[in-house]
């Protein structure tokens, strides 16, 4: 045996890894081994010699003839003597090809330590900086699964910062850098347990300069930047009409914010600059603007000579811009002949004016008239009572890129004594907003409420922008933006904020947006509802994206808030309930109906939107249910928990569907601990915060418990008021179907404490009008384990509702960008991993190749591990609620269990099956006997006590 060890050799323990090279193999040499002879293998072929190493003092080598993306297995043999003969070989090469034949199953025999994926290092490309952050990109690595990205920290150590699937993922941008610090990144790539060797790169992370203002005085132009924090200096670019850039200036420090360019040609040619912020070999993104006065066209509607269009015209005649490069448009609307004739008289001989009249009358009519006139590069209009200030359309024309299609300026209110005020909702959008390129118009969606204070290229109003809708009186304005703003292809500038410049607009009792005292029921309220329901219609559109989405839905909301205003401002009864009764029979589901609702009502729900948790996410829901069931819209205002400590927020769910469902929201702050104590006083500093208010319903939701302690102090001081209680769960009793323990042992006053979770349920129970069960076994479990319930006053009050289901085109509201693979069976599961949650079934599915399975979850380690090593599973993060419906939609099935139960009657029903059937599609229902769940009938589900090999084999995808 031991001349056969000598012949043959000893196998060695390896160390395998991805270099830069190649494969690393690594050993521990031995001072009587003669040579190590290095073998080779695909997952599926026979070993084959690939080195031969001699010396005794040898312990690594490195395999560059690997191929990324293959898998090999390794062996090396050391051996004690130099003879390599015929025979040795022969016999090893025998020995192995049955070992490894061709075609057998060697991936069993493979061990951690001799199998390896080769995967050639990502190269760093490009690293540097931008406005959204530091950016790398790299070479692709050849069939890798995906790539890490790392970050060196302080400690000397390096994070990873990110985890990108897909070979194809080669770019990453690090939005979290911070301008002035020096960072080090490193790249691997990565295919089940292998990873690749790294290559290390930094960069001083400049966040990019933003150009002020260009101003000119005489032949200088100016230029002012803000200044980048962590720069040594500036370079300063010039570009004159459609040349190329020069550097003009090389500015040291990091405060040189300002340059002054002599400008030796035309003044009026259009210059665009840029500014790099620099420290050492590290630069900051090029910002641009242009210093640039081109021809403009002034649109003014009128209609009826008033006391202010003379000092409108004027104020467009004395601006300090080029005169020749004004055009103003005089767009008379309306059958009042003789003040058309009188404009055009009067300004017959003045070139810069143009007078056109068409018949029909209205400032969308007007407005729409003009674009056949329009032929200058740049329109903006103004309302004939307005103004602009003096340097208005020299701050406009400065940020008129070549890309930028608007330009949002600043408005100043004047009253009727002239007083001025800069507080406007459209100067503090803009100040909030701040100056330059906005990349995302809904951040100044209140700005779109107007077209006036604003200059657009002139080609986006003719060939782009659809006309004005004449049938609108009033309102006409955010109608077009609706209808429009989704059309902008160029980019979205707004002023700088404290230029001093303005569009003037005259508050006056004439003014067109305030209707005379014959037409205000009508401008409020059956105007009002006719275009929030026109507005609605845009929100199922697929082919719109959600930020348009979000525009329109902020639209709708502002016009209900206009209508609701009006609302309370009217003083006959009569008129008000006439207004009521149609806005509560309108079928516009967007409209907040609650606002108007006769009936008044409190929901106490600790947890409640935009908090994601899946009892605010019911809450939500139950309100118009219970509103359906009493049969008449209550105006509910809702008392809830701060819960920013402990959740995330939804605001896409808040905005489109939770705020529609009440009137008033009061969101208390301080401690929202799970126990006792905590809950009690939270049950109680609701009740004292609404305690005074007399309403004909209050609403409480429990697990959280406190809401049912401020409903039953509620009761108490009003016993009149009608009280509808709701258990997500039993309290009493745990999901482990024990007692409920008391988080301390409290003691004195807090002693009551000590059975807090038997007596709020049997109190509840006890004292509200009615009990909403979200399942049968529910109540009969609580009967069963709390003997201090009684059945026969329970049952008459008692209504068993599942979870609200929404109508399905909800799902069509976000419409998710994530790409699926059509040929394969995509199988989701949305939520949290509870521990009393069975999840291992579900990753059974990983089994059939032709199945990807997408979960959407808080990311863990175990999930990073398992989606290194299997290629069909992805892992995402939790999203928003309405984009869950979008998703689930997509799937071919979605995935569901039952809770773990250690009892003969289940008594928990998963809310997450509401989510799924409002996306109606396919649900896999993992159930468990006598389960709430295995009980329900519907031809979506498809129920199952176990996941079988079987069942993961056969799943087709969903034609």
């Known amino acids: 045996m031991n001349s056969e060890i000598e012949i043959l050799g ?5 160390e395998l890894s991805n270099g830069a090279e190649g494969v690393v193999l690594k050993w521990k040499p031995s001072p009587d081994v003669k040579k190590y002879v290095i073998y080779r293998r695909e997952v599926t072929s026979n070993l084959e010699r690939i080195a031969v190493l001699r010396g005794s003092d040898i312990c690594s080598y490195i395999d560059s003839s690997a191929e990324s993306g293959l898998k090999y297995v390794y062996e090396v043999k050391a051996y004690k003597n130099m003879m390599v003969g015929f025979w040795e070989e022969c016999f090893y090469s025998l020995k192995n090809l049955v070992k490894y034949k061709p075609g057998a199953d060697c991936v069993a025999e ?46 000397g150590r390096y994070q990873t910062i990110e985890v990108l699937k897909g070979a194809w993922r080669t770019a990453y941008t690090d939005e979290t850098a911070v301008s002035g610090k020096k960072y080090i990144y490193k790249i691997k790539a990565f295919k089940g347990a292998s990873v690749s060797a790294e290559q290390e790169k930094s960069i001083i992370c400049l966040s990019t300069p933003v150009i002020i203002s260009i101003k000119s005085r005489g032949d200088i132009l100016g230029l002012e930047w803000e200044k980048t924090p962590g720069a040594n200096g500036y370079n300063v670019y010039r570009k004159k009409g459609t040349g190329k850039y020069e550097r003009i200036a090389v500015l040291r420090g990091e405060e040189s914010t300002l340059y002054e360019d002599v400008v030796q040609d035309n003044i009026s040619e259009r210059y665009t600059y840029q500014v790099k912020a620099f420290r050492g070999d590290s630069v900051s993104e090029t910002p641009e603007k242009q210093f640039f006065e081109p021809s403009v066209t002034i649109v003014i509607p009128t209609y009826r000579q008033n006391n202010y269009i003379d000092e409108c015209i004027e104020s467009v005649l004395n601006q300090d811009y080029p005169k020749e490069k004004i055009e103003i448009i005089l767009s008379v609307n309306g059958d009042d002949l003789a003040y058309a004739e009188s404009l055009k008289k009067k300004y017959k001989n003045n070139t810069e004016i143009r007078v056109i009249h068409t018949r029909k009358k209205g400032a969308g009519r007007a407005r729409n008239f003009a674009r056949k006139y329009l032929h200058t590069e740049y329109v903006a209009y103004l309302d004939d009572d307005d103004r602009f200030s003096k340097g208005f359309l020299k701050e406009l024309t400065s940020y008129a890129y070549e890309d930028v299609s608007i330009v949002c300026g600043c408005m100043t209110d004047v009253d009727i004594n002239g007083k001025e005020e800069a507080d406007t909702y459209i100067n503090r959008t803009i100040m909030e907003a701040g100056f330059g390129i906005q990349e995302n118009y809904l951040s100044i969606g209140a700005l779109f409420s107007t077209v ?19 049938s609108l009186n009033h309102t006409e304005d955010v109608a077009f933006w609706v209808d429009n703003i989704y059309k902008v292809t160029g980019k979205i500038a707004t002023c700088y904020g404290n230029s001093g410049e303005a569009y003037l607009r005259r508050l006056t009792e004439e003014s067109r947006s305030r209707p005379d005292e014959e037409r205000r029921y009508e401008f409020n309220i059956t105007d009002r509802i006719m275009l929030i329901k026109r507005f609605s219609s845009a929100l199922y559109e697929k082919n719109r994206d959600i930020q348009y989405k979000e525009f329109v839905i902020s639209k709708i909301h502002a016009m209900t808030k206009g209508m609701k205003n009006f ?40 947890n409640f939107a935009p908090y994601v948790d899946a009892s605010a996410y019911v809450a939500s829901k139950r309100l118009g249910q219970i509103s359906a069931w009493i049969g008449d819209i209550i105006n509910w205002t809702v008392v809830n ?21 009440y009137s008033e929201k009061i969101t208390l702050e301080g401690p929202t601990y799970f126990n006792e104590e905590v809950q009690y006083k939270w049950g109680h500093r609701a009740y004292e915060s609404i305690q005074e208010r007399d309403v004909d319903y209050i609403y409480s939701r429990s697990m959280w418990i406190g809401s049912h302690v401020a409903a039953l102090l509620y009761k108490k001081k009003h016993p009149e008021t009608y009280w509808i209680a709701e258990f997500s769960d039993p309290i009493y009793m745990g999901v482990d179907n024990q007692v409920r323990p008391a988080s301390r042992q409290y003691e004195g006053e807090l002693a009551f404490l000590n059975t807090f979770w038997k007596d709020i349920e049997t109190l509840v129970c006890d004292r509200a009008d009615a009990i909403i069960f979200t399942n049968q076994n529910q109540r009969t479990y609580m009967l069963e384990k709390n003997e201090d319930l009684c059945a026969d006053s329970l049952l008459p009050k008692s209504l068993v509702w599942n979870h609200p289901v929404i109508p399905s085109d909800y799902a069509d509201i976000i419409t998710s960008d994530m790409v699926l693979n059509p040929e394969k069976v995509n199988v989701a599961y949305f939520g949290t991993f509870y521990k009393n949650r069975n999840y ?21 380690e175990l999930l990073d591990k398992l989606m290194l090593q299997h290629e069909n599973l992805y892992v995402h993060d939790m999203v928003s609620h309405l984009e869950v419906l979008n998703l689930a939609n997509r799937m071919d099935y979605c995935y569901l269990n039952d809770v773990q139960f250690e009892g003969n009657l289940n008594p928990y029903l998963p809310s997450k099956l509401a989510d799924y059937l409002s996306a109606d599609t396919k649900v896999i229902a993992l159930v468990n006997q006598n389960s709430p769940l295995s009980q329900l009938e519907d031809n979506h589900l498809i129920k199952i006590e176990k996941i079988t090999h079987k069942f993961v084999k056969n799943l087709k995808k969903i034609q």
Not at 120 to 143: D, H
Not at 458 to 464: M, R
Not at 594 to 599: D, M, Q
């Open 10 to 14: 000893q196998s060695v323990i390896l």
């Open 110 to 155: 493979e061990s951690k330590e001799n199998a390896i994926i080769r995967l050639s290092a990502p190269v760093i490309e490009e690293l540097y900086n931008t406005s959204e952050g530091v950016v790398l990109k790299w070479k692709q690595t050849p069939k890798t699964n995906g790539y890490n990205v790392y970050r060196k920290m302080p400690n």
């Open 452 to 470: 006036c204070c604003k200059l657009y290229k002139t080609d986006f109003i003719k060939n782009v922008a659809g006309d004005f809708d004449e």
């Open 567 to 606: 609302f309370d401002s009217i003083d006959d009864q009569r008129e008000k309930e006439r207004a009521r009764t149609q806005i509560l029979a309108s079928d516009c589901r967007f409209l907040n109906k609650s606002l108007f609702g006769k009936k008044k009502g409190i929901a106490f729900c600790h």
């Open 641 to 661: 928990a701060d819960m920013s400590k402990q959740s995330r927020q939804d605001s896409k769910w808040d905005r489109f569907f939770a705020r529609i469902q």
């Open 840 to 860: 291992d079934e579900l990753l059974l599915f990983l089994n059939n190749s032709d199945i990807d399975l997408h979960i959407f979850t808080k990311k863990n």
